[in-house]
Structure formats: C-alpha cells, structure tokens
C-alpha cells in the first residue's frame, strides 16, 4: 500500500490522529484559488486533501490551493519567490514561458539541484514580458498531482476589458500518477474505450463495400497503427477540470469579458468554446497576436489563449477533451442559477493518412484524403543544416511518408466541424523582426506505442547528448511528427518563432500534429543549459533533450 | 544514510518521471476450467525494461505443463528474440533450450515461434492470438497453437512430427483492464505419433475462467 492509498484509507476510517506526527503535519485542506499580488512571494508546497472527483484524496499543493495562487506580477519588477518544500520528496516550481537566467528556470538536475524536502529555494528574477503564463512542478509526475498554476502580467491589450478571469483548464485523476504510467507501459490502450469494434468494421463495408473496406484497413494493419488512438489518457481515469471547480464566471450581458484560458493538464488537448458565441483571440502562449475571431479553439497542453468574449445573456464556457472522452464547462453571465442547456458534443473523429503523414498522396489510385496544405515559407538562400543523431531502433516505429505543414488542419477531431476553429495559420506576431535563420536542426518526433516509448531521432533522453544552440544565432528547427500523437513542444528560456509561411507567430508551446511537419525560429538569445521537450507528461521520459547554449 | 535515500530519490526524479523504469507484470491469460474437469492455465510474468526483459511462461492442465525461463530482448519496433530453457513435463520432465520471436505482426496477431533443441530432437512451437472487438470490454480472443517436433520423446507423450493443433475461441468481459471472466471452447486434436502415444482422439470442451493481471 503507498502512502497516498494509506493516508486515503486512514482518514476514512478515522485513524489519521494515530499517524505519527510527522505525517499529519502541515496536511492541509484545499482553500479557494487566490492571486497573490506584488514582488515578493512565499510559496508552500505540501499534501492537501482535496475532493474532485468524489472522494477525499491527497494532493501535492502550493499554499492549499489546487491550482496554484495565481501570480501577478508587473513588467520591470524584480519577483522574489521563496518556495519551501514540505513533502518528503524534492520537488521545484517552473516558470513556464518566462524569459529568465537558466539557474531560475527550475528544472532539477539542469537549471538547479532542485529543492530537498525541509528546503527554500529563492528564485529572484526580473520580470521582461507581459501576458498570460503559468508555472508547475517539473519533478517527476508531481505537475499530475496538482502542482500548477497561472502567472498573469499586467499588459496593455484589452484594457477595456470589464472583467479578466483566469481560466485554467486541467486533468485530474485519482490514480497515482506512477499507476498511470505503468499502466500505460504494461498496455497502451489501457485508457483507450475508443477502440474499433467490429462493428466499426461492417459500418464501413456497408459504405464502401468489402475491397474498399479491407484495403482502407490494410495499411494501418500492416504497421499495426491505431485510428482510435487519439490520447493515451482519457476521461476513463481523468476527471475535466476549471479553476478550483469554479462553476459560474460573472459577468453582465454586453461587457467585454477578457478570459485567460490556459491549459495546465499534464495530457489533455482541449476543445473550447463559448455556445452562441465568438471568441476574439487576442493573445497566444501571453503574446499579443493580430485579433481573430473564432468559434472554437484547441488549446495543445500547456499553451495559452487570451480570449475577449461579450456575452449575450448566460452561456457557457464549454470544453472537451480531444479525443471525446470527457467534459467540463462552468456557466459565464449574469446569473449563477441560470438554466443553460449543454452544447452537443461534437463527434468523435479517427485519425486518417493524414495523421500518417501521407496528405496529398495516392495509395492505389485512392486519394489519402487532405488538400496538400501550401504553407511553405519562402527560403531564398540555402540554410546550413547541422545533422543529429539519429537511431533506427525500438523507439522509431513509424516514419511520415510525405509529412507537411499542416497550420491550417484543425486537427482530428474539429476537421468535421463546420465553424470557424483556430488554426496557427490564423495567428500573427505584429511588429516582430524576422530575422533569417543562420542554421537549421531537424528533429524527429519519434516514438512506440505498442512498448509506449517516447523519443526524439529514436533516441530517448536517457540515452542522449545535449542539443548545442549557439549564442546569438537565428536557428531555424523542424519537427517531423513521425508518431500518431500531437506532440506539444515547448523550449525554456528562449521564444520559439513559429513559420507560417512568411509570417511568425511568437509562442513558448508549438503543437506538432500526428504525420506533420512544422519549422521555428529561436534568437538564441539566452545562456546556460535549458531543456526542449515534449509536455505531455507520461512522453517526457524520452521525448526530452537538454539543451546547451554554446557561447 | 538519509541523504543516500534522497540522492536515490533525486535521481529517479530527474526533470520528469517516466522513461525507462524497472517494471513487472503477471497476466493469468487463460485461468480456466474445462467441462470435462481439466482446470488449465497459462501465466506468464516479466520483470524488465524496454529492451530487456526476463519472462516466465507456465501453460499446463492438470497432471501435465510446460515452464520457460527465457530472456527477451527487443529487436524491433513490434519483435523481441527471446532465449532460454523449457521444461516439459507429463509424468517425467525433459528440458530443451529455446529460441523464440515474440511479437505482434502485421494485421495485429499476437505471436510466439518457438525453436525447441534438446533430448536429441528439435521441434517448432507456436502460438497465435487475435483479439476482435464486439464492445469496449467484449472481447473475442482467437487462439491457435501447435508443435511439431523431429522425433518422438515417448517419456513425456511427445510424437515425431506434427504433435497437436489446438484452437480456442474465449470471449471475454473486462469488468476492469486487470480483471476479465471469460466463456470459450477450446479444440485439441492430437496427430499422428502423438496421438498413438497419448491415445486421444481429438476433444473439444466448453470451459469458463477468468483472465486477469497485476
């Protein structure tokens, strides 16, 4: 029995005063979300009991609250965060998206040694940027286990807002994370209740009849390749969550309501939308882009949205997650007691050849379905490319025939749609240099997901060299996603400047999606050792490198 | 002390968890009993890493059994070779090696080929499965299996050439993943030398069990 499972067990059964004293020490229970304002900050991390699915369990908290007090702070200050570890195991806090020197980033083993149990660390940096951000524990599987929370820096767009509500959305589940993750080795699809039956299978022969059946079947049995396998993690384990369990956000009809939506699951890919309304996108990863207006916004784990809404009367915020697994939505306007009725799920869509990086081809005289996607920049003189290493093995199952830059694919799931979804193609930096790139890296997403190993050029983290960015360079880097899954990217201490064909779009978090291909752009503009990685969390084992900046 | 449990802790939770852990698995994959009485069994459990796994395989009836001991290693993306010693038994035990490729082919059937070399024979051994989906939790696993060795080792029932084929069709409730009671029937029909060594004919039976894990 673990000591989480003991603890559940002894509170029920009211023997918790008999533990030793250590062990109901500084054991909290979960206190509202609060924002905690100004330059100097004292974060506790510690056990709390929270109850969100139903039943009381412990959680892993800053200060009792799950998420965690949100952080405001203002451009120029210098922020003194002391953060004291009252678990029994290290832990570390990081400041997603922050520009800050690399000892502060907060990353044990590369940016630090982390904080022991009893410890303070003091992270003091100063703040360079504005816009929406969040941090959380990059220990282990502690981010699962409650450890995050929003940053919010004051800026200068939508000052006409009325009201400005954070919205965090995130994935709780009662299962040890470490369960989670064995799970997952042990049978991949353990969370998978999407899976063809056959029935599936003679719906489709009704349709196309039984050649055209078989062969469309015939390449995803020949490389054993799921068209179900939309996330690894689902509603079957998590419960859907906003805020501290927050259901109505106020507001009154007319008035512009500026929501902060940020993603902090550790593997959810959330649908978004406001019933009966237009979203304006207003800022993307905190970065103010050009204003677009959409109905329906897939926030990739770990990215941001700020979002300007005028609600009619009472209406939802709404999300699902990607692969239709779940809900949870929290009522936006006037009145708390309103009776809104639910949007419609929307569909359940399977991956196609797109999502095995086969768009715009032709198998057999059938079309793999997918326009080509034109979103090529124009790269007038030859960039140097520096080659990676790369290994053929266990961890590189499948390799994207034809893999393209798919910015304005919605994704699985939203392509049937048929409303405006935010695309990357619809998102812009103003005012931002573009400088061209000095030299480029190609990287691999690669990965098993019959063994669920995760990797990049087949070779997990444990087995790999640092990345070598040099000071001061423009580097351009590709991802070719050669896996079935999305893939959000995010590198520390520096932006990544995404391509859309000539334009960029500034963000931390890049989603790469499954049989795809995008490109960046980073000033290198940082020193010290970082880490690039993908931020789902039972994928960053292996789909993670250290970064070194080369001066 | 203390801190060498931490420095042990710490290098375990070095920037996220995951990765390459040590991890086992028992899976009863067939835990049954057979109308005419015959209870049978089919576990295997490993303890291992990615690449590196060391498996334990024991199917038997009753009175009679094969045990494995073999090291896996991953050679492939869906294949691992799998080396090691098997121990038959059916009144008296014999022991051969072993060399087997593990894996899932193409059309997703679950795979063992097993190279069976001692008592001066050599036999081949295998075993398929596949697993149709009716629902979520029903699941229909199909199974084929079958030896053929190059001669006879009458101590343990075992006839030169094509010994048995045996198929079964178990359908399947996962109340959880861990946790599934199952209904099927099986068929056994034993081949030539074999069949004049063990006598039977061929035997078809209706069985019920539970197939489960931890």
């Known amino acids: 029995m673990d000591r989480r499972k003991f603890l559940q067990t002894s509170a029920a059964f009211g023997l918790i005063a008999m533990l030793p004293a250590s062990a109901k020490e500084g054991v909290g229970e979960q206190k509202p979300t609060v924002a905690l304002i100004g330059t100097q900050f004292d974060l506790h991390i510690k056990k709390t009991w929270v109850n969100i699915s139903g039943k009381p369990v412990l959680a892993n908290t800053v200060n009792d609250m799950l998420p965690a007090p949100t952080l405001r702070w203002k451009k120029g200050d210098v922020v003194t965060l002391r953060v004291t570890n009252h678990l029994d195991e290290p832990t570390s806090l990081h400041w997603h998206g922050i520009i800050l020197p690399f000892t502060m980033d907060g990353v044990p083993g590369v940016s630090f040694p982390g904080i022991m149990p009893g410890e303070t660390f003091v992270y003091r940096f100063k703040v360079q940027q504005t816009g929406t951000y969040w941090y959380h524990s990059h220990t282990g599987f502690q981010e699962q286990t409650g450890l995050h929370g929003a940053i919010v820096i004051d800026d200068d767009i939508a000052l006409d807002a009325d009201r400005d509500y954070v919205v965090a959305l995130y994935d709780w589940s009662d299962e040890d994370p470490d369960t989670i993750y064995r799970h997952l080795k042990l049978q991949s699809d353990y969370y998978n209740y999407h899976k063809r039956t056959i029935f599936d299978f003679t719906a489709e022969v009704r349709r196309w009849g039984l050649t055209e059946a078989l062969q469309r079947r015939a390449m995803w049995n020949r490389m054993r390749m799921d068209d179900r396998d939309i996330a690894d993690v689902t509603g079957a384990t998590y419960t859907y969550c906003i805020n501290d369990l927050q259901k109505h956000f106020y507001a009154r009809p007319g008035e512009k309501v500026r929501l902060r939506f940020i993603n902090q699951s550790a593997m959810t890919h959330f649908d978004v939308r406001i019933p009966g309304h237009k979203m304006r996108v207003i800022a993307a990863d905190g970065v103010a882009v050009k204003p677009v207006e959409v109905d329906d916004i897939r926030i990739a784990v770990a990215e941001s949205y700020d979002v300007i809404v005028v609600p009619k009367g009472d209406t939802l915020i709404y999300a699902e997650d990607m692969g239709r697994s779940g809900k949870v939505y929290a009522k936006l306007g006037p009145s708390v007691s309103a009776n809104v009725p639910l949007p419609e799920p929307y569909p359940y869509e399977p991956l196609t050849m797109v999502d095995m990086g086969m768009g715009g081809m032709k198998m057999r005289g059938m079309k793999c379905g997918g326009a080509m996607h034109t979103m090529e920049p124009a790269l007038p003189k030859p960039i140097p490319k520096t080659a990676l290493p790369k290994k053929e093995g266990i961890a590189w199952t499948m390799h994207a025939m034809n893999p393209q830059y798919r910015l304005d694919d919605p994704g699985v799931g939203l392509r049937s749609v048929k409303r405006k979804v935010l695309t990357y193609a619809d998102l812009e930096t103003p005012g931002l240099e573009n400088r061209y790139p000095d030299r480029e890296i190609v990287m691999y997403l690669t990965g098993n997901m019959e063994r669920y190993i995760w990797a990049i050029n087949g070779i997990p983290y444990y087995e790999s060299e640092p990345l070598e960015f040099r000071y001061g360079e423009r580097l351009r880097v590709t991802f070719i996603n050669d896996t079935m899954m999305n893939h959000p990217m995010h590198l520390h201490g520096m932006w990544s400047d995404l391509e859309i064909g000539d334009k960029i779009v500034r963000k931390h978090t890049i989603n790469v999606q499954p049989g795809s291909k995008v490109s960046l752009r980073i000033d290198v503009d940082a020193t010290g050792r970082w880490v690039y990685h993908c931020h789902l969390l039972y994928h960053m084992g292996g789909m993670f490198r250290e970064v070194k900046v080369l001066s | ?214």
Do not use: C
């Not at chain 2, 082919?105 to 070399?117: G, M, S």
């Not at chain 2, 029932?157 to 199952?182: D, S």
């Not at chain 2, 081949?191 to 004049?196: I, M, N, R």
């Open chain 2, 1 to 214: 002390m203390k801190n060498l449990l931490f420095m042990s802790i710490f290098a375990i939770a070095l920037f996220a968890g995951g990765g390459d852990v040590l991890r086992y698995q028992v899976l009863f994959d067939r835990f049954e009993l057979q109308k005419s009485g015959t209870k049978v069994w089919d576990v295997r459990a490993y303890v291992g890493y990615d690449a590196n796994k060391l498996y334990i395989y024991s199917e038997g009836e009753d009175s009679s059994w094969q045990n494995e001991l073999v090291l896996s290693h991953a050679i492939s993306p869906f294949w691992d070779i799998q080396a090691g010693i098997e121990v038959d038994y059916e009144e008296r035990s014999k022991s051969f090696g072993e060399i087997t490729l593990s894996g899932l082919a193409p059309y997703w059937i679950e795979t063992r080929t097993k190279l069976l070399f001692g008592q001066g024979a050599v036999g081949v051994d295998f075993d398929f499965e596949y697993d149709t989906l009716f629902t979520q939790r029903l699941v229909l696993t199909s199974r084929i299996e079958s030896r053929w060795m190059s001669k006879s080792i009458e101590d343990i029932g075992m006839g030169g050439g094509l010994n048995y084929i045996e198929t079964g069709f178990r359908l399947r409730y996962e109340i959880r993943r861990e946790f599934a009671p199952y209904i099927g029937v099986s068929f056994t029909k034993n081949f030539g030398q074999t069949k004049q060594l063990v006598g039977e004919q061929s035997e078809s039976s209706l069985l019920v069990g539970v197939r489960f894990w931890f």
